[in-house]
């Protein structure tokens, strides 16, 4: 007798024994004068803290390209394993896992997207069938995305800006405040 389908499985937490890697959230170089701190909580429907979630942040240099310096993450040669980030280059990708108190934190440089400047942010959590997408945007202002949500919807993709060139931005898997999660076809 045939085995009958079965649906995609969730992810997690198992991916965060293989996936985070040493300096995930240091997009931009330590000590760069326009380094700033993306951070906020992964809150599941109840607003409680997700604390095994993990975040894949991508965005466009300060000028606008899409380039990154995707060679920047270095291998131990006699290990083989991660070293981390060479700390010198822009990478324009992070990785980090939330804690146990569902928080992130990423160091980057402000994005060059035409438009309004935005981080591009893909959720992978526990019970997740599939992983999310969304945006979190520096700045409030006119975008194509933006203009056609409601005010309530628009503000779960705008980070508030914090002292210290610091931006927070809180996701809210479902429920009241909801972040808005982009399909991609």
Avoid: C, K
Avoid at 128 to 150: F, I, K, V
């Amino acid at each position: 007798m045939p085995l009958p389908l079965t649906p995609s499985s969730t992810v997690g937490p198992f991916y965060g024994y293989a996936l985070p890697f040493p300096g995930g959230e240091r997009i931009a170089p330590e000590g760069h004068p326009d380094r700033i701190t993306l951070h906020g909580y992964v809150l599941d429907g109840a607003g409680e803290p997700v604390p095994d979630a993990l975040l894949e942040f991508w965005q466009a240099a300060p000028d606008g390209s899409l380039t990154g310096a995707p060679g920047s993450l270095r291998r131990d040669p006699v290990t083989g394993g991660f070293l981390g980030r060479n700390g010198t280059d822009f990478t324009g990708f992070g990785r980090v896992a939330t804690d146990a108190d569902g928080h992130y934190a990423v160091h980057t440089l402000a994005p060059g997207n035409p438009g309004q400047p935005h981080v591009a942010v893909v959720v992978f959590a526990r019970g997740l069938l599939h992983h999310l997408h969304t945006r979190a945007y520096l700045a409030d202002g006119p975008d194509p995305l933006l203009d056609r949500l409601p005010a309530d919807r628009r503000a779960t993709l705008v980070a508030t800006e914090e002292p210290h060139r610091t931006h927070r931005f809180d996701i809210r898997l479902q429920g009241e405040g909801e972040t808005v999660f982009l399909e991609f076809p």
